[in-house]
């Protein structure tokens, strides 16, 4: 419930850099990650710590979390009855062929990315990788995202969106080739960066082109009615990816993942001939 509001508070106070702000706010997720792993790493070797320690200082982040946003914030805090109409924003969210276009293209993308981002690993110590250094290899997701988004938001802004997506989908998929075909430790590290710049940069893009395109007083519901349908898409890309994986191989499945990047920017580079 955090995440379509705080998206949509930030879309409405950088209206001129859109997708800066929200490339450095959707960095933050790769942070965390970054920070999970090495308090992770903290928490099980040390005998003294159970599992219930991570979790103190997250509580007391966002406990500090919630004061700035009190101290910060620039709006009024409102208190009022709202009524929730799924279905009028669902229609508008699909109301014109160019929004299904872009809601398709970009569900496809999530599929993609639930796939990646969960059984990475299982692929490459599949391809003979050791588990520690799989675990790295997964790490490096994170750090470039950390670079990725805000840079890929600052592009975003600087030229046409779609245009920005569509290359970087692509490049996605040719990293995901080059996990697939290249053995050696140099060139799957390799591969794994090309494909975590192509699918980072998606996310801050996504973000501003689904704000873009709602009405501003409905900025918030569309946005979070998009990205339902996402994260739905989201779960459908492990299950399938888990499910192949048992029938033939990660490796089968992975080739799968990559034609779903090249087919979500196919269906963007449409739209964007039509625009």
């Known amino acids: 419930m955090y995440t379509p509001p705080s998206r949509a508070l930030l879309g409405d106070l950088f209206t001129a850099r859109r997708g800066r702000a929200l490339g450095i706010y959707s960095a933050g997720t790769d942070l ?30 966002a406990a500090l979390v919630t004061v700035l946003f009190v101290l910060w914030n620039r709006e009024p805090i409102q208190r009022r009855r709202v009524g929730l109409e799924p279905g009028a924003t669902l229609g508008r969210l699909l109301a014109t062929p160019a929004q299904r276009n872009l809601i398709v293209a970009y569900s496809l993308f999530f599929f993609v990315v639930g796939g990646i981002i969960t059984f990475l690993p299982e692929l490459l110590i599949e391809q003979g990788i050791a588990e520690p250094l799989a675990a790295g ?20 802004d600087r030229f046409p969106r779609l245009g920005v997506s569509i290359g970087t989908l692509v490049l996605s ?71 192949v994986a048992d029938l033939a191989s990660y490796g089968v499945a ?3 993942l990559a034609a779903g990047l090249l087919l979500s920017a196919a269906i963007l580079a449409l739209q ?3 625009d």
């Open 173 to 243: 998929a040719v990293g995901v080739v080059l996990l697939l075909v290249l053995g050696s430790l140099p060139a799957l590290a390799f591969g794994t960066i090309v494909t975590a710049v192509g699918y980072k940069t998606q996310f801050p893009i996504t973000d501003a082109v689904i704000m873009e395109a709602a009405p501003e007083e409905n900025r918030g519901g569309d946005l979070g009615a998009a990205r339902a349908l996402f994260l739905g898409a989201n779960a459908l890309g492990e299950g399938f990816v888990g499910i």
């Open 254 to 256: 992975f080739w799968a």
């Open 32 to 61: 965390g990650g970054v920070i999970a792993s090495a308090g992770g790493v903290v928490v099980l070797s040390t005998a003294a710590l159970s599992w219930r320690a991570a979790f103190v200082p997250l509580v007391a982040v």
């Open 137 to 156: 290899f997964y790490s490096l997701l994170f750090l470039v995202g950390l670079v990725t988004k805000p840079a890929a938001g600052e592009i975003s």
């Open 272 to 274: 964007y001939r039509r």
